[in-house]
Nanobody, 116 residues
Framework: QVQLVESGGGLVQPGGSLRLSCIASISSREFYTMGWHRQAPGMERELVAFITNGGTTRYADPVKGRFTISRDNAKNTVYLQMNSLKPEDAAVYYC??????????WGQGTQVTVSS
């Protein structure tokens, strides 16, 4: 069974940075896209960013210019570098990966808290 395991969440002050990591239990080359979604309390899960196997990236408007997604297929890992964090970025961040057969997989989530 495919597993995605996130790490790197935590508490950070506004303006601070965090880097999330998500490692897959299979070769990440099997995934057309890998990305991150987030869900704040009382809100729907929303896309943050994704990256294709070819390196094409897309970002949600609220995070453009502050977040950077990258993937290292040699390590089966996707990263999310988050800079200039704001209180509204606080949420549970979920790793997501979709295979070339359009099979989606999700991680368990990692909490990001932005507070002074």
């Amino acid at each position: 069974q495919v597993q995605l395991v996130e790490s790197g969440g935590g508490l950070v002050q506004p303006g601070g940075s965090l880097r999330l990591s998500c490692i897959a239990s299979i070769s990440s080359r099997e995934f057309y896209t890998m990305g991150w979604h987030r869900q704040a309390p009382g809100m729907e899960r929303e896309l943050v960013a994704f990256i294709t196997n070819g390196g094409t990236t897309r970002y949600a408007d609220p995070v453009k210019g502050r977040f950077t997604i990258s993937r290292d297929n040699a390590k089966n890992t996707v990263y999310l570098q988050m800079n200039s964090l704001k209180p509204e970025d606080a949420a549970v961040y979920y790793c997501n990966a979709v295979t070339y057969r359009n099979e989606p997989y999700w991680g368990q989530g990692t909490q990001v808290t932005v507070s002074s």
